[in-house]
Nanobody, 119 residues
Framework: VQLQASGGGLVQPGGSLRLSCAASGSIFAINVMGWYRQAPGKQRDLVATITVGGNTNYADSVKGRFTISRDNAKNTVYLQMNSLKPEDTAVYYC??????????????WGQGTLVTVSS
């Protein structure tokens, strides 16, 4: 399973960005999909997750500003980021808990996309 993330870039404080991540390959099923982020010198932290049924979970720091969604038919997860702050600057990674045809469940990671919030 390959995860291809896109949508990062440079944005001013208060601005918005939308990240996308599409899963491809010999996918049998995908359970939870999510976004994590890693700022320079820090650990990778949860941003948001969404189940196949649409239940969502957010880090406290992004509640009310970020919205995660997914299109199950396209095996794609999105992250709409509004009211961005400099402290949101990080590499954002998408994650999927998935099964390949003939294999068991495991976590897959995308390559990361850089989000920089700066004036």
């Amino acid at each position: 399973v390959q995860l291809q993330a896109s949508g990062g870039g440079l944005v001013q404080p208060g601005g918005s960005l939308r990240l996308s991540c599409a899963a491809s390959g010999s996918i049998f099923a995908i359970n939870v999909m999510g976004w994590y982020r890693q700022a320079p010198g820090k650990q990778r932290d949860l941003v948001a997750t969404i189940t196949v049924g649409g239940n969502t979970n957010y880090a406290d720091s992004v509640k009310g500003r970020f919205t995660i969604s997914r299109d199950n038919a396209k095996n794609t997860v999105y992250l709409q980021m509004n009211s961005l702050k400099p402290e949101d600057t990080a590499v954002y990674y998408c994650n999927a808990n998935a099964r390949r045809i003939g294999s068991g469940w495991r976590d897959y990671w995308g390559q990361g996309t850089l989000v920089t919030v700066s004036s």
